[in-house]
């Protein structure tokens, strides 16, 4: 049976007066494609399986242990938590199932713009069959370039977007002839979405108030897995943050450390301050252990490293052989109410002074 694919515009964009792409694929082949207004399209009154465009196609892949298929839903949404530019009750957030190398493809894009797109459908008296995004329409293992993007689909449930500018080495460009014939993933971002309906006030209501009880023991029982789970969060981002950043010696605050080396390659700093800098962190993780797990944030400023600790954390007195280990080396650490400071013997003992 043939199915109708369609290659979307960006959802800020879309009318049933818009231009879109369009396949009718048969078998993993296409028979025939162009390009078509949506309300023309409409006329078939086909089941439609849409692709993002590369701009609304928001992707990346997790590590993840094996976990329970709830676990692995309130994993994602931790992340999601972190990645996400803007309220996250305001995103439709999909992931595929966990691989045999352990990596969860996830995605995301606006509520608004989902329902922006199920309204125009139905104005073109189209029904909506799955959403994906764009690199998931390719065959498993090629690449294709469109409107400034890089989209390649690396196996049935993961696919990568890159702007162009980052290299493209090594990978096989599809056959135009097959741009969309490949298998769909067993995931979408379609989720619950569905056309506008006329539901009357009273039934809508009692929906919204079984919604809300559903809600509140969901959050309740989330609330009591949370730190359990926000810790193996912590841990898998710390390793992807090793993995990305080889070059740090400890990772004491993933988020803030990621987005500091990203600045530093992007503004291509360089020489003695991350010299420096780098022998902080590695003397901070090695020295002092403690510290491990209990930084909220650091700065580095005019050769000290500052780490502030968070509320609850624990640290032993200034006295100790780790305190001498680091005068051998030639540095110190300064405790105040905030957390510590590292430097250079010299500095250090100026500061404790000042602070007197």
């Given at each position: 049976?043939k199915?109708?694919?369609?290659?979307?515009?960006?959802?800020?964009?879309?009318?049933?007066?818009?231009?879109?792409?369009?396949?009718?694929?048969?078998?993993?082949?296409?028979?025939?494609?162009?390009?078509?207004?949506?309300a023309?399209l409409?006329k078939?009154?086909?089941?439609?399986?849409?692709?993002?465009?590369?701009?609304?196609?928001?992707?990346?892949?997790?590590?993840?242990?094996?976990?329970?298929?709830?676990?692995?839903?309130?994993a994602?949404?931790?992340?999601?938590?972190?990645?996400?530019?803007g309220?996250?009750?305001?995103?439709?957030?999909?992931h595929?199932p966990?691989?045999?190398?352990?990596?969860?493809?996830?995605?995301w894009?606006?509520?608004?713009?989902?329902?922006?797109?199920?309204?125009?459908?139905?104005?073109?008296?189209?029904?909506?069959?799955?959403?994906y995004?764009?690199?998931?329409?390719?065959?498993?293992?090629?690449?294709?370039?469109?409107?400034?993007?890089?989209?390649?689909?690396?196996?049935?449930?993961?696919?990568?977007?890159?702007?162009?500018?980052?290299?493209?080495?090594?990978?096989?460009?599809?056959?135009?002839?097959?741009?969309?014939?490949?298998?769909?993933?067993?995931?979408?971002?379609?989720g619950?979405?569905?056309?506008?309906?006329?539901?009357?006030?009273?039934?809508a209501?009692?929906?919204?108030?079984?919604?809300?009880?559903?809600?509140?023991?969901?959050?309740?029982?989330y609330?009591?897995?949370?730190?359990?789970?926000?810790?193996?969060?912590?841990?898998?981002?710390?390793?992807?943050?090793?993995?990305?950043?080889?070059?740090?010696?400890?990772?004491?605050?993933?988020?803030?450390?990621?987005?500091?080396?990203?600045?530093?390659?992007?503004?291509g700093?360089?020489?003695e301050?991350?010299?420096?800098?780098?022998?902080?962190?590695?003397?901070?993780?090695?020295?002092?252990?403690?510290?491990?797990?209990?930084?909220?944030?650091?700065?580095?400023?005019?050769?000290?490293?500052?780490?502030?600790?968070?509320?609850?954390?624990?640290?032993?007195?200034?006295?100790?052989?780790?305190?001498?280990?680091?005068?051998?080396?030639?540095?110190?650490?300064?405790?105040d109410?905030?957390?510590?400071?590292?430097?250079?013997?010299?500095?250090?003992?100026?500061?404790?002074?000042?602070?007197?």
């Amino acid at each position: 049976m043939k199915r109708l694919r369609i290659g979307l515009p960006p959802l800020d964009q879309l009318s049933a007066d818009s231009p879109v792409t369009f396949a009718w694929v048969e078998r993993g082949v296409v028979v025939s494609e162009g390009q078509e207004r949506l309300a023309q399209l409409g006329k078939q009154r086909q089941a439609v399986d849409c692709f993002l465009h590369p701009r609304d196609s928001l992707l990346t892949g997790l590590e993840l242990p094996p976990l329970p298929a709830a676990k692995t839903q309130a994993a994602v949404a931790c992340v999601a938590q972190a990645l996400i530019l803007g309220p996250v009750e305001q995103m439709q957030v999909a992931h595929g199932p966990r691989e045999s190398d352990g990596r969860v493809q996830v995605a995301w894009v606006p509520k608004d713009g989902l329902q922006r797109l199920s309204q125009v459908l139905a104005q073109a008296q189209l029904k909506l069959r799955g959403v994906y995004p764009a690199p998931y329409a390719l065959p498993v293992g090629t690449s294709v370039l469109e409107d400034g993007y890089l989209l390649t689909r690396d196996t049935l449930q993961q696919g990568t977007v890159h702007p162009l500018g980052q290299p493209a080495l090594d990978v096989q460009w599809v056959d135009a002839a097959q741009r969309w014939s490949g298998a769909t993933p067993a995931w979408g971002l379609q989720g619950r979405l569905s056309p506008p309906s006329t539901v009357g006030w009273g039934r809508a209501l009692a929906c919204l108030g079984v919604a809300a009880a559903i809600w509140t023991i969901g959050l309740n029982l989330y609330a009591a897995r949370q730190a359990d789970e926000g810790q193996q969060i912590k841990a898998m981002l710390s390793q992807q943050v090793r993995q990305a950043f080889p070059e740090l010696p400890v990772v004491l605050n993933p988020l803030q450390q990621a987005r500091q080396q990203l600045a530093a390659r992007q503004s291509g700093a360089a020489g003695e301050p991350g010299q420096r800098f780098s022998s902080l962190l590695q003397l901070a993780g090695s020295q002092l252990p403690f510290m491990v797990g209990s930084v909220e944030s650091l700065s580095f400023e005019q050769g000290r490293l500052h780490l502030a600790l968070l509320a609850d954390s624990r640290s032993p007195a200034v006295e100790g052989e780790w305190q001498a280990a680091l005068a051998q080396a030639g540095f110190s650490a300064v405790r105040d109410e905030h957390g510590w400071t590292l430097g250079p013997a010299e500095t250090a003992s100026v500061q404790e002074a000042s602070d007197e």
